[in-house]
């Protein structure tokens, strides 16, 4: 995990401490929103991703907990909305968001595959507008 937040840290041109914590909020996001199983399998061919996920708590605050009762499409569409609140409260502006959530799904690629990642990506609404 260190090589990755390292490699999307100097893509986005932040701190290794803020990259990690992006991080943690994007696979959290993912795998309250995404498919389970695509997700489970971005999240174990990311060696650290559990621990770092678990670090950043799984929250999504009101925000998202609201969206995790919705569901669906609507309920996707604030998990976006309430992820990208996540990080520019973290301190990230708009670029370094996409910088960073480009840079994660290109790592995840590598990983496992773009069918997996486009499945996942494609399944919540938002999401492709940020890539």
Same mark, same amino acid.
């Given at each position: =995990?260190?090589?990755?937040?390292?490699?999307?840290?100097?893509?986005?041109?932040?701190?290794?401490?803020?990259?990690?914590?992006?991080? %943690?909020?994007?696979?959290?996001?993912?795998?309250?929103?995404?498919?389970?199983?695509?997700?489970?399998?971005?999240?174990?061919?990311?060696?650290?991703?559990?621990?770092?996920?678990?670090?950043?708590?799984?929250?999504?605050?009101?925000?998202?907990?609201?969206?995790?009762?919705?569901?669906?499409?609507?309920?996707? %569409? =604030?998990?976006?909305?309430?992820?990208?609140?996540?990080?520019?409260?973290?301190?990230?502006?708009?670029?370094?968001?996409?910088?960073?959530?480009?840079?994660?799904?290109?790592?995840?690629?590598?990983?496992?595959?773009?069918?997996?990642?486009?499945?996942?990506?494609?399944?919540?609404?938002?999401?492709?507008?940020?890539?």
């Amino acid at each position: =995990m260190d090589e990755l937040i390292g490699r999307i840290a100097s893509a986005a041109g932040i701190s290794e401490d803020l990259a990690r914590q992006a991080i %943690g909020i994007i696979l959290n996001f993912l795998n309250r929103d995404g498919p389970q199983d695509a997700v489970a399998r971005i999240v174990a061919a990311l060696p650290g991703a559990s621990a770092l996920m678990a670090e950043q708590g799984g929250g999504g605050g009101l925000l998202g907990s609201l969206a995790g009762k919705l569901g669906g499409s609507i309920g996707g %569409g =604030m998990g976006a909305m309430a992820a990208l609140n996540e990080l520019t409260d973290a301190g990230l502006d708009m670029g370094e968001v996409q910088a960073v959530t480009r840079e994660l799904i290109q790592a995840a690629r590598e990983h496992v595959g773009a069918d997996v990642v486009d499945r996942v990506v494609a399944s919540i609404p938002g999401l492709g507008q940020v890539l």
